[in-house]
């Protein structure tokens, strides 16, 4: 059916508001889930009937649940409320004054760190690198173009016979256990700058972060993270460190760690030896003040919402011709390695993340006592419609939210919107939506600007 027609066709349907009010409550999600039941809400102690809902009642007889992806390629509006989340979550615990976190969290030792992966061989870059002399297949050494920011070539290995694909992959597959070493050497190192034993340490200061993966032009993953010190105190949620605990001793203790952590790989079907893994000898590390500084310095809002931005990205958000070309042979490698290795080798994994490039962590992390939790923020917007109901069938004045029981009975009946009209409807009204939340946030932090001011 042709597109038009199937837009004007739901447009002039008597059950239009029906249906858009169903859309809004996926938040017009692009490829939402189908279910056919009924669920009921009752008083906990009483029994009585507060709400009854039944797909049967509903434009095709059908209702509709957000289908939760966070890539803004699969679904523009779950990524959106993912990467919103992922916000506050960062917020919490880089300026607090929200979600439960106090606002004195932003006085601690806090800082935005950056590492990334080692190099793998020359690729084409911004700029101009001379290096002097070809390399065994006949090409220069390095990069001697002059790229746009956008030109397709910015990634791509200057010699594919030189670059080391199956480094690379090996490198991205073990990289979470290198980030997960560095937690542990981290805190031994900040034991060993605070002149302590780590036993010692441990009782006056924890260490908490926030972590994002990001893929480089080139498909290889780094991580951003927030870094922050607090102190110890089982009846205060976030105490502060000791007046001696300061964010020269973290930013000391982040470099010798980052320096130092290693990592013997496991052998990649075909190589006669073992890798040693390090991280690349690009690292930054900047501390982070509260609020919008005025000599340029990193804000707790800045480190946010950079933060939020890439937890949404995957590894199509890097394409482009040229890109491409190089992303599908390293997918091709991380396949090929997993058929090559033993069935008892780990590497055998690697067939089912290849599509990632052979990176098989999650793309945001935590420490347990960093802020809240993402699970936590979603119970809060369920707990707000429950609250919602309630008021609408009267029962806010002498009923809790807290007592009332849902009670479903739901099966599955397919995926996305039933016409090709009703996701471009859907579509729209996300955009639109999206639009207004975003300028209506900028409005707001704008505002807190000139207030701060």
Not at 367 to 383: D, F, H, K, M
Request: net charge positive.
């Amino acid at each position: 059916m042709n597109l038009g027609v199937s837009v004007a066709r739901r447009l002039r349907s008597p059950e239009f508001d029906q249906w858009l009010q169903g859309a809004y409550r996926t938040g017009y999600c692009s490829n939402p889930v189908r279910l056919s039941g009924e669920s009921i809400t009752l008083a906990g102690k009483s029994g009585e009937v507060l709400a009854q809902f039944s797909s049967a009642a509903q434009p095709d007889g059908l209702t509709y649940v957000r289908c939760g992806n966070r890539r803004a390629r699969r679904c523009a509006s779950c990524s959106h409320e993912y990467k919103g989340d992922t916000w506050h979550m960062i917020m919490a615990g880089a300026a607090g004054g929200m979600k439960g976190v106090p606002e004195t969290i932003s006085a601690h030792p806090m800082v935005f760190l950056t590492l990334t992966a080692p190099s793998f061989g020359a690729v084409h870059t911004l700029g101009r690198t001379r290096r002097s002399g070809v390399c065994a297949h006949g090409k220069v050494r390095a990069c001697e173009c002059d790229h746009a920011a956008d030109d397709p070539m910015l990634g791509e290995p200057v010699c594919v016979d030189c670059y080391d694909y199956a480094g690379h992959i090996a490198w991205q597959f073990h990289a979470p256990e290198l980030w997960r070493r560095f937690t542990i050497l981290l805190r031994r190192r900040l034991a060993r700058e605070l002149g302590m034993t780590n036993r010692a340490a441990s009782e006056i200061v924890r260490l908490q972060f926030a972590k994002v993966a990001e893929f480089q032009r080139r498909g290889a993953v780094h991580f951003h993270a927030i870094v922050r010190l607090d102190g110890v105190d089982d009846l205060e949620p976030f105490p502060a460190p000791p007046l001696g605990v300061t964010e020269s001793v973290l930013v000391k203790a982040i470099r010798g760690a980052a320096r130092d952590v290693v990592l013997t790989a496991l052998r990649v079907p075909g190589e006669a030896e073992e890798r040693v893994l390090r991280w690349g000898t690009q690292m930054d590390v900047q501390a982070i003040v509260q609020r919008e500084g005025l000599d340029g310095s990193l804000s707790d809002r800045a480190v946010a919402a950079y933060i939020a931005k890439y937890a949404t990205k995957a590894t199509e958000d890097i394409g482009g011709t040229g890109r491409r070309v190089h992303l599908d042979r390293l997918k091709a490698v991380a396949s090929q390695i997993a058929e090559g290795a033993d069935s008892e080798s780990a590497y055998v994994l690697l067939g089912k993340w290849a599509h990632m490039l052979g990176f098989r962590g999650h793309f945001s992390t935590k420490s347990r006592r960093y802020s809240v939790t993402l699970g936590s923020l979603r119970g809060a917007r369920r707990q707000w419609r429950l609250e919602r109901l309630l008021e609408r069938a009267g029962a806010e004045d002498h009923l809790h939210s807290e007592e009332a029981r849902v009670i479903g009975s739901w099966s599955f009946a397919g995926m996305g919107w039933r016409s090709d009209g009703d996701r471009a409807l859907a579509l729209e009204a996300s955009r639109a939506v999206r639009d207004w939340r975003d300028n209506r946030r900028e409005r707001l932090i704008q505002r807190e600007g000139n207030e701060d001011a």
